[in-house]
């Protein structure tokens, strides 16, 4: 544009105009990472707007290519690093379809107990920065520390607090340490006390219901053309859950309830995450009761390492270890997708094998970059004070949304 | 996944009456096939919309998923005799939350012409994952509402998920040690 059309554009401007476009982030507190939103408003009311994302694409994907199947995992934890495990379950769930290996029935229970603990840490994480984002800033700590509970237990089974690399193809890294039930009891324990507090502390609160009832309403039929599943799609009454629609690991043989909600709005998501920690207790407790001995990984020399004690007497499970770890197994040409139910919604994987040690493409369906693209329809018409509390209502974790 | 093969077979059923013969199975008159234990229907770019447009009418009303591939120097790959292969496949995942079942559609696209399309017509939902397709492939949407950059920076050049996008590198610089 020259300057002399600028200047006659600039003139013709109706003086009455109040629309603005303003960004909102990417540097903002509470937009959960770096995530931009640009807004048109006129006054205070939100006209149209758009999630700007990307930055912090780090092209995991491509570096999928070149990692073996059993470096995968590391990869892959590090996309929704508030519930990673789920990411690693759906990539080992993908591989071992490709493999058509048979999983030990401790391993499946390991996973599902440990992928609900890490839907309570989660959603607790949740309810920490939804309670900041809207003012309810004692909310941080509590949920911080709830959440933190479930982490140290994390971090005695797998080593680490975020990023475990547990769940493995052909089954979990190691079996579940000593005294593991006392710990995940000792959890249990005092957990549903701490939820009884946050209904005191916003549940009933009129503040909190003001805040939030009737803020960034959607319904069924936006949602699932919008292809948003998890807590946004189960808050417009729409009950839909992977682990009861398409049962994986071993959900068809424990009792939970799918909670949902009434109008679609902030109130509801947030209602549901909250309740969705109760029930993901109640699996957990059956976990505790029927999980199997056994195995903790396919006993299948070609796809998971063999004892360490065996390496020095057998010169067949030195070669085993050696090739796994160097070379990789290999995986039968072939493609698959297989999703499951993560706190935020369906995740999926898509895996194409060539037949080499390394996959031809590996694709995560996130449900948050996804999901994310309801905002501007529940933004729409909405007040720009809101737009805080509708952001926070997604639960958008952005090392997903960017990849 | 719990796919169930017995209702995709009365659509087949249905909809074979009036095609030619061979022993491809189709569905809307494009082949299908079952990949462990999960229905996969191979279409080409032309047919594409109106096979997403049919299978919305089934039931397939969510698109889940929507990404390209890039099988260059991949010769593993087996497809029905009917589908020629080229470079490039649009992978999409649709779910029928109905019936609690899925159904994949993989469109073959030529390295030439990677155009197709854009189902945002019938799924609002594909619009994120048709520009993310656009970025690391070079995937092209007809009629796409918004197509620009979306992962990518808007000056970015190339498509990094193609097979002959070749990973960037800096080189390690080792210092010398001294005393040795």
């Known amino acids: ?403 | 996944m719990t796919e169930s093969p017995a209702s995709v077979d009365e659509e087949i059923e249905s909809a074979e009456q009036d095609m030619p013969e061979d022993d491809v199975e189709r569905l809307h008159g494009s082949a299908v096939v079952v990949n462990n234990n999960q229905t996969v229907v191979h279409t080409g770019k032309a047919e594409y919309h109106d096979l997403i447009q049919s299978l919305n009418d089934d039931g397939y009303g969510v698109c889940v998923d929507l990404c390209g591939v890039d099988y260059l120097g991949n010769d593993t790959r087996s497809l029905p005799v009917t589908v020629t292969a080229e470079r490039f496949e649009l992978v999409v995942n649709l779910l029928d939350v109905q019936a609690s079942r899925r159904l994949r559609v993989r469109v073959q696209l030529s390295e030439a012409a990677p155009m197709v399309a854009t189902i945002t017509d019938i799924h609002p939902g594909a619009e994120a994952m048709e520009r993310e397709a656009n970025d690391m492939f070079g995937l092209e949407f007809e009629g796409h509402p918004d197509p620009t950059p979306i992962l990518l920076p808007d000056d970015w050049q190339g498509h990094p998920l193609r097979k002959d996008y070749s990973m960037g590198r800096i080189p390690v610089q080792f210092k010398a040690v001294d005393g040795r």
């Open chain 1, 1 to 403: 544009m020259s300057e002399a059309e600028a200047e006659e554009r600039a003139s013709v401007v109706d003086p009455d105009d109040e629309r603005m476009i303003i960004n909102m982030g990417p540097q903002h507190p509470s937009t959960h990472g770096v995530l931009r939103v640009t807004m048109e408003l006129q006054g205070e009311t939100v006209l149209r707007s758009k999630p700007v994302i990307g930055y912090l694409h780090t092209g995991m994907e491509k570096t999928a290519e070149d990692l073996t199947y059993l470096q995968g995992p590391t990869n892959v934890t590090r996309m929704d690093y508030a519930a990673p495990l789920f990411t690693e379950l759906t990539f080992s769930l993908a591989v071992e379809a490709l493999l058509e290996i048979e999983m030990p029935d401790r391993a499946t229970w390991i996973r599902m107990l440990m992928c609900e603990l890490n839907r309570m840490s989660s959603h607790l994480l949740f309810l920490a920065t939804n309670g900041m984002d809207l003012g309810a800033v004692g909310m941080m700590i509590y949920g911080w520390r709830e959440r933190e509970e479930v982490l140290r237990f994390f971090e005695k089974v797998t080593g680490l607090r975020m990023n475990h690399n547990y769940i493995r193809p052909g089954g979990v890294a190691a079996d579940l340490p000593d005294g593991w039930q006392e710990d995940v009891q000792n959890i249990l324990k005092v957990l549903p006390e701490r939820l009884e507090q946050f209904d005191v502390l916003m549940t009933g609160q009129p503040i909190w219901r003001e805040r939030t009832q009737g803020i960034g309403v959607i319904t069924t039929e936006e949602a699932l053309a919008m292809g948003a599943t998890g807590p946004i799609l189960r808050s417009t009454g729409y009950a839909w859950d992977l682990r009861r629609a398409m049962p994986y690991l071993a959900y068809d043989q424990v009792d939970f309830d799918i909670v949902v909600g009434t109008y679609g709005d902030t109130f509801d998501r947030y209602a549901i995450r909250l309740n969705e920690i109760r029930e993901s207790m109640r699996i957990v407790e059956q976990c505790l009761e029927l999980i199997p001995d056994g195995p903790y990984r396919a006993e299948d020399r070609k796809v998971t390492p063999p004892p360490r004690a065996r390496i020095d007497e057998s010169m067949e499970a030195l070669i085993h270890h050696f090739k796994i770890f160097t070379e990789g197994f290999k995986v039968p040409p072939g493609e698959v997708y297989t999703a499951v139910e993560s706190p935020r919604g369906e995740l999926g994987c898509y895996l194409v094998s060539d037949g080499g040690p390394k996959p031809q493409r590996m694709h995560i369906r996130a449900p948050s970059f996804v999901n994310l693209q309801t905002l501007p329809h529940m933004m729409h018409g909405g007040l720009l004070a809101d737009a805080i509390a509708v952001i926070s209502s997604i639960d958008p974790i952005m090392g997903e949304v960017d990849r």
